[in-house]
């Protein structure tokens, strides 16, 4: 799944190619992924211009002269800016552009979702009113996240993908976050001290400043589809590894609530049950 560097990466090429573009035509051939109404999604786009890309957290928001159309790319949803169309059972969007070219959004397994709204509704009628600060916001600090984390007698892992408390980290980051904050992906959250979290709040802001700059971590599932791939995947120090760089002890792979885990058993502690 594309996460905050990947997402940002798309963002940037997007806004390189589709400032100043119009909308002449939009098809639908998968309308479950529309989380508005479908008529009004085609329709009202047509005629309008892309002013402006934002992200926050995993969303890409497109802005236009009235709307922003808000799309998370979910686990596998990419799209393509091409000159040509040729429809394939996995292209679920096609925005036809005034410069001839097309705007596509692939999706294989469907779990992407689109909605689009008035402009001061984008953190009323959709998911984004949900999403917790990004590690790059200046209000995130400790006393933020120890609030978050008091009441949370659950792995840190699985808070830490929680969007509603830190936006933006996913499987991969949170595993590299953790491990170069020397904390155990089982440990509760909010067992944490002080110390591990303001390591978390440090370390999940470099991590994802480097990360974005190499334009994301280009594994499996997520490759560019924009002609952008990402070389994160060189820096990675415990996700998919087989050996501690530091200690040159074998990394852990466990499972939690469902999610691959990557830890040093050694530079991370002991499991927390």
Not at 16 to 23: C, D, E, P, T
Not at 36 to 44: A, G, H, I, P, Q
Not at 137 to 157: A, E, G, R, S, W
Not at 187 to 195: E, I, T
């Amino acid at each position: 799944m594309p996460e905050l560097p990947e997402v940002e990466t798309v963002k940037n090429v997007l806004k390189k190619n589709l400032i100043g573009l119009k909308i002449k035509k939009v098809d639908v051939f998968y309308p479950d992924m529309i989380k508005t109404d479908l008529n009004e999604f085609k329709n009202n786009l047509v005629g309008e211009e892309f002013i402006d890309i934002k992200r926050y957290g995993k969303w890409l928001v497109f802005e236009t002269n009235k709307y922003f159309l808000v799309s998370h790319l979910r686990m596998e949803g990419k799209y393509y800016y091409s000159s040509e169309f040729n429809h394939d059972k996995h292209e679920h969007v096609v925005f036809y552009l005034s410069n001839g070219y097309y705007l596509r959004y692939k999706d294989v397994r469907k779990f992407g979702v689109m909605y689009l709204v008035e402009k001061d509704k984008l953190f009323i009628d959709t998911p984004l009113k949900e999403l917790g600060l990004e590690p790059f916001d200046k209000k995130l600090n400790i006393d933020y996240l120890k609030d978050k984390f008091k009441l949370k007698n659950t792995p840190i892992k699985t808070v830490l993908l929680d969007q509603s408390i830190l936006s933006g980290l996913g499987n991969i980051y949170v595993d590299e976050v953790l491990f170069k904050s020397h904390i155990n992906p089982s440990k509760k959250a909010n067992m944490l001290n002080d110390k591990e979290i303001d390591n978390i709040i440090n370390n999940s802001k470099s991590i994802l400043t480097e990360a974005i700059k190499l334009g994301g971590t280009t594994i499996r599932s997520y490759t560019s589809s924009l002609g952008v791939a990402g070389s994160y995947q060189d820096k990675l120090l415990v996700h998919t590894k087989k050996v501690c760089s530091i200690c040159h002890s074998n990394i852990l792979i466990t499972k939690i609530n469902g999610r691959s885990t990557y830890y040093c058993p050694i530079c991370q502690g002991d499991n927390y049950e």
